[in-house]
Nanobody
Framework: QVQLVESGGGLVQAGGSLRLSCVASGRTFIKSVMGWFRQAPGKDREFVAAIDWSRITTYADSVKGRFSISRDNVKNTVTLQMNSLKPEDTAVYYC?????????????????WGQGTQVTVSS
């Protein structure tokens, strides 16, 4: 049974930083894509960032230059470093895994999801 467990959410002031982590277990994740999505109240889930097995990354325009995604292929972890946070970054953040090599920002293309962790940025 595949499990993704996120950690690291919380409350931070605008301009501050948070680091989200996600640990995956239950199978091997060779050639997978690991990603982060977020969902704010009343809004659709949106793509934040993704990283493939060779550590090629892609970001939503809204977070480019502020967020950084990384992964550890041995420990099956993915991390999202979030800097210069803004109130509009407030959302529940979800870790996801796609069991295919090709990169995508479409949430429908991801196979497994975590439960989410709340990030709140105060102004």
């Amino acid at each position: 049974q595949v499990q993704l467990v996120e950690s690291g959410g919380g409350l931070v002031q605008a301009g501050g930083s948070l680091r989200l982590s996600c640990v995956a277990s239950g199978r091997t994740f060779i050639k997978s894509v690991m990603g982060w999505f977020r969902q704010a109240p009343g809004k659709d889930r949106e793509f934040v960032a993704a990283i493939d097995w060779s550590r090629i990354t892609t970001y939503a325009d809204s977070v480019k230059g502020r967020f950084s995604i990384s992964r550890d292929n041995v420990k099956n972890t993915v991390t999202l470093q979030m800097n210069s946070l803004k109130p509009e970054d407030t959302a529940v953040y979800y870790c996801a895994i796609r069991i295919r090599e090709s990169m995508t920002s479409d949430s429908g293309d991801y196979d497994y999801w975590g439960q989410g962790t709340q990030v709140t940025v105060s102004s």
